[in-house]
Each structure stands twice: as structure tokens, then as C-alpha cells.
């Protein structure tokens, strides 16, 4: 499928400035936090963090819902709207439609948290879960469009969606002045299609790069064929970018005016979400780390470079978001899960926890296990999970606890 419209035929500066005025009273003017540590890490003279995370509903998306539900008829608001979505647009139409009075009905696919769903329900709207994937739900909703003549609100294959979503380039234009690069996370190509415009009219010399998750890279393909490529299957921890395509409008946008597209792994992602909650107290989902991942792999050279990355949503339940921490510090090998055969149970757990904080490390869990035909018959096999500050430091402890009197280290997730 191959773009025919142009850029400029999509969204203008004139359309997100437009945008601007309309959404002003309503949402956020999100802060940008400096991160010394991200700088430090990628090698950037400056790293500011957009934190669309403290947005009215914990993303961005209710920029362009309410851009675009504002313009509504009188008549199409009296019909009502639907949507589809993996979560952060659903919350973003279901806020604007209270706000403006306006019925509103969404799609969800099954993957979608449990905590976006409620929220959703939280501003009034009707939640409908359907489908495995956002693909599915989509189809649906154009089916409750057509059979209860509602206006379909996309996610993003939207002039108005994408200009709204631009009113943050806008904010970053006056945020950071000395922007050489923004990293934007891309599922449809909306939000990354308005700040390319706002940022690209100001200064054709900014670069804007996108990033994906290699599970749903479907926007590098796209560009380098000159068509839209959709794929078969997507496979990724950040659901809230977890689409298969871009669409007409956004292939048209991205191709003229975004610079490069990276991908990174679901491992860099959790690292990623690790690292903003440990280094700038930021909770955010795998979707919104997405930039400060790219920022972390070396994908891209910012030597010396003021970079901004866009914290794009944070809507995130806690056992979630634990999980990714806790996978996010396997990756960077900090934390272990070991399997230890003991001799004396119960009385030589004292001993493994007493070795654990000697050495300064944070015992996480502690349980019994199941017994295999590897254990000893008089042993006891024990899992525990430990976190420390590197591999150095977990290895040091996953060797004393190996030295206590008569116990046996079995397994380490630090061996490789």
C-alpha cells in the first residue's frame, strides 16, 4: 500500500497551533526534567525528559481526543463517538467525551491492562473488550460506528488527532530551545507525526527519530520500501505501541518529515523502566520508556547533543510495572534468582539472610521449592531472588551463600 497524500495535505503548523488555543484550558503543560544520568550514560551534552506521564490522564492522548472531539457537530455529539484502543487513547476520548458531554463508547483489545480499562470506565465510558489484538478491536469498533451511526474517532490516522498530539512539540520548542534530537516512541505515528511538524517548521534541522519495539517494527520497513508494511504478528511487552501499521496519513507524515526509525528489545525496554524509576522517581509503562531505551543502546549517536526524550504514558498497574523493574535490573545484572540446597530446614535460612545483607545486597524473595530428582534427598532446595548494585556484587553474595556450612549453590540466573 503505498501513501498518496502529502505532509502538508495531513497537518500543518497553522492546524497544531489551532490545536493549541482549542486545548489550552484543558490539558497539562507538562514539565521536562533534566537527567544528568541519562546524559552521562548516552554520551549527550543534555538530556531532558518530556513528562507527558503527569498528563490528565496519565498520557498524552488526550491532546488529540480532545482536539478532535471539540470540532464535533452538534449533531455528531448527539450521535455519540466510539474508539479503539490499547488503553491511553481510550482514556483520552472517554475524558474529552465527559468534559464535552459526548457519549462515549471503546474498544479494547484482551491485552489491555486492567488498570487503563478501569480508569476508562472511571471519566463514563462504555468499555467493550474485544479481540486478541488492537487489529481486532479496531475492526469492531468500525462495526459499532456503522451499525449505531457514532462518529469513529482513530487513534491516530487523524489530521486533528495529530495536531493535538503536536501541541507537545510546541511545548518542547519553548521547553528546550537548544534541541538538537527528539526520541518518540512510534505505535500508530500520530503523536511522533505532530511533533515532527511543530519541531521540523521551527528548525528543518532538529532531528526526530523514532523508536519501536522489535516485537511491532513496522515503521522502518515501511519507510525503506516506500509502503506501508503491515505485520502478521506483534509481539511486545508495551502494549500501548503495539500496533501492526502505520496508516495513510501518518505513512504520509513520517516519511517527509521523521529523520530515522530504531527498534529496541522488550529486555531494553524493562531496563529502561528500571532505570527512570530508579534514577528521576518516574513511573512510566514499556510504551513511554521506549525513547530512553533507544537513548541507552547505542542505536544512536547523540555524542554532545541536547536530546529530548518523551515519557509518553505512565498508566502502568503496580504488580506491572514491578514485574518490568524486576526484569529491567535482570537485564543490567542486578538481580538474581538462585537455587540452594540446604542442609538444616528451617534453621540455616538465618544463615543465608544474615549472608545476603552482610554484603550489602536486598533480599527480594524466599521460599521452599518443589523438590526434583536433582535435590539430595537430605537436602532442602530453597529459591531466592536478590537484588544488587552489579554483576560483581551478586556474584560475590551467590558465593557465600555457596561457602555456608554444608549448602550447595544449584542454579543462578547470573551464570551465563
Not at 501518518?250 to 531496563?271: K, N, Y
Not at 521460599?367 to 551478586?394: Q, W, Y
Request: charged share 25%; glycine share 8%.
Amino acid at each position: 500500500m503505498s501513501g498518496s497524500e502529502r505532509a502538508a495535505e495531513v497537518v500543518t503548523l497553522a492546524d497544531i497551533e489551532a490545536a493549541h488555543e482549542r486545548i489550552a484550558d484543558v490539558v497539562h503543560r507538562t514539565p521536562l526534567d533534566t537527567s544528568r544520568t541519562f546524559a552521562g550514560m548516552s554520551g549527550a551534552g543534555s538530556v531532558g525528559l518530556k513528562l507527558e506521564t503527569m498528563q490528565r490522564t496519565g498520557s498524552f492522548k488526550i491532546r488529540g481526543a480532545y482536539n478532535r472531539l471539540s470540532q464535533l457537530s452538534m449533531a455528531e455529539r448527539a450521535n455519540g463517538v466510539v474508539a479503539s484502543s490499547a488503553g491511553n487513547h481510550a482514556q483520552g476520548v472517554a475524558l474529552a467525551g465527559q468534559l464535552l458531554d459526548i457519549d462515549t463508547t471503546i474498544v479494547v483489545p484482551e491485552i489491555t491492562p486492567a488498570a487503563k480499562i478501569d480508569a476508562t470506565r472511571g471519566y463514563g465510558a462504555e468499555v467493550i473488550v474485544e479481540g486478541d489484538c488492537y487489529e481486532q478491536s479496531y475492526e469492531h469498533a468500525l462495526d459499532i460506528a456503522d451499525e449505531e451511526n457514532r462518529e469513529f474517532v482513530h487513534p491516530f490516522n487523524d489530521g486533528a488527532i495529530i495536531a493535538g498530539q503536536g501541541t507537545v512539540g510546541l511545548e518542547l520548542r519553548e521547553q528546550f530551545p537548544d534541541l538538537d534530537t527528539v526520541l518518540v516512541a512510534i505505535g500508530g505515528g500520530g503523536l511522533i507525526s505532530g511533533i515532527a511538524t511543530a519541531l521540523k517548521a521551527h528548525d528543518p534541522e532538529i532531528r526526530v527519530i523514532g523508536v519501536q519495539p522489535e516485537g511491532a517494527a513496522h515503521a522502518k520497513p515501511s519507510l525503506e520500501r516506500g509502503e506501508i508494511h503491515r505485520l502478521s504478528t506483534v509481539d511486545t511487552v508495551a502494549e500501548g505501541i503495539a500496533d501492526a501499521r502505520l496508516l495513510e496519513k501518518t505513512f504520509a507524515v513520517v516519511r517527509e518529515r521523521v529523520d530515522d526509525v530504531v527498534s529496541v528489545s522488550d529486555d531494553e525496554l524493562s531496563a529502561a523502566v528500571a532505570l527512570i524509576a530508579e534514577r528521576a522517581k518516574i513511573v512510566v509503562e514499556a510504551a513511554g520508556a521506549a525513547p530512553v531505551a533507544a537513548l541507552l543502546a547505542d542505536e544512536i549517536d547523540v555524542e554532545d547533543e541536547s536530546v529530548a526524550a518523551l515519557l509518553s504514558g505512565g498508566n502502568v498497574n503496580p504488580s506491572e510495572h514491578a514485574e518490568l523493574v524486576r526484569t529491567g535490573l535482570m537485564e543490567r545484572s542486578r538481580y538474581a534468582t538462585v537455587r540452594l540446597e540446604i542442609h538444616n530446614w528451617p534453621a540455616d535460612i538465618a544463615a543465608v539472610v544474615d549472608a545476603i545483607e552482610e554484603h550489602g545486597a536486598e533480599l527480594d524473595e524466599l521460599a521452599r521449592a518443589r523438590r526434583t530428582h536433582e535435590d539430595k534427598p537430605n537436602r532442602t532446595p530453597v529459591e531466592l531472588a536478590v537484588a544488587g548494585s552489579g554483576r560483581d556484587h551478586l556474584e560475590a553474595v551467590v558465593g557465600r551463600l555457596d561457602d555456608i556450612e554444608e549448602s550447595t549453590v544449584r542454579y543462578c540466573s547470573l551464570a551465563e
